[in-house]
Every structure is written in structure tokens, then in C-alpha cells.
């Protein structure tokens, strides 16, 4: 059997706060805005894991008025997930996902992104892609005022 999903977020860029795309931190002006560290990739990647198996979102999940969750490192939200889609006999085929972010340049962290997302679901690098575009100036994305992330993947039974 194989199942897939499809995940979606964005996040407002804003002063005093880090900018963690991928479990990575990345030198920045600005950082997301949001209830945990706003990782917009991961978040994405959560929500298809979610999705393919039909379990809802990450705010049913994880919901923003609950504590724990506040400020928390996305990786660990992942690896959760991780946790709950493996238990119910499940392990990632193939993850592509898609950064939209004006600036800064993502190309320097892609590959610690993609060591990170293939550690945290338990499979090879060769199985995670990873890739920024810009929009041109064109959006929230591309008027520098936030960033967004798309993921598509595809989960077989084991």
C-alpha cells in the first residue's frame, strides 16, 4: 500500500526572533514569526505526514494554546509525528519539498536541511529533497515579508 500528502505553511518574517528553516539556523535580519520556532519546512513536511494518513494538522496535533509547545524546537514535533505514522506501520518512500524565501540565499544550508529531515524520519538522504525558489518578487515570499514551504510525499506500509 502507498498513501500520499501534502503539506503547506507560511509564516511572517519578523524582527528578534531566528530564522530555523530545516533545523537549521540561518543567518538573517529577520526570523518567522509563530507559536514554536515557525520552521516552515518542517511544519510542511508535518502536515503531509499528517495528510497521507488522513490524522488531520499539525494544530490538532500540536495546537498553539498548549504550553508545551510554546517556542518548541520543530524537530522535535517531527520526530513525533514520525513516531506516530511508523507506529501505524508506515516509513517515508520519497519527501520533495519547495522553500519560498526572497532572501536569504538557501542554497549553503540545504544539505544540513535535508540531513536533518532524513535523521528525524529514520530513512536515507537520497529520499529527502529539498529545494528554495524565490518568487520573483512577487508575494508575501517575495516581498520579503515572509516565507512559505510546500511537501509532497509519498508513504509505503511495511
Not at 501534502?6 to 528578534?16: A, P
Not at 531566528?18 to 516552515?40: C, F, N, Q, R, T
Not at 494518513?53 to 509547545?69: E, K, M, R, S, V
Not at 518512500?93 to 544540513?112: G, R, S, V, W
Request: charged share 25%.
Amino acid at each position: 500500500m502507498i498513501r500520499s500528502g501534502f503539506g503547506y505553511d507560511v509564516h511572517r518574517l519578523v524582527k528578534d526572533r531566528e530564522l530555523i528553516l530545516g533545523g537549521v539556523k540561518i543567518p538573517h535580519s529577520k526570523g518567522l514569526m509563530g507559536y514554536s520556532d515557525a520552521d516552515v519546512l518542517l511544519h510542511s513536511i508535518i502536515d503531509a505526514l499528517l495528510g497521507a494518513l488522513a490524522l488531520g494538522d499539525i494544530g490538532t496535533h500540536f495546537p498553539d494554546n498548549d504550553l508545551a509547545y510554546k517556542d518548541i524546537d520543530s524537530r522535535l514535533l517531527l520526530r513525533k509525528t514520525y513516531i506516530l505514522i511508523s507506529g501505524k506501520g508506515w516509513k517515508i518512500n520519497n519527501l520533495d519539498a519547495t522553500i519560498c524565501c526572497q532572501e536569504p540565499k538557501l542554497k549553503p544550508f540545504i544539505y544540513d536541511m535535508r540531513k536533518n529531515i532524513a535523521c528525524d524520519l529514520n530513512c536515507d538522504l537520497e529520499q529527502i529533497s529539498v529545494k528554495a525558489t524565490t518568487e520573483e518578487g512577487l508575494g508575501l515570499s517575495g516581498k520579503g515579508e515572509g516565507i512559505s514551504a510546500f511537501c509532497q510525499l509519498l508513504l509505503i506500509k511495511v
